[in-house]
């Protein structure tokens, strides 16, 4: 494991997206 992979630490699939080094982006369409 390197320093250099973004570590997904940071998940919150409750709300449906995931952050990423505090950056939160959108997970694929809902199928709602």
Do not use: W
């Not at 390197?2 to 939160?24: M, P």
């Amino acid at each position: 494991m390197s320093d250099t992979h973004v570590s997904l630490d940071f998940i919150d699939f409750e709300s449906g997206s995931q952050t990423i080094c505090g950056r939160e982006v959108p997970l694929d369409p809902p199928l709602h």
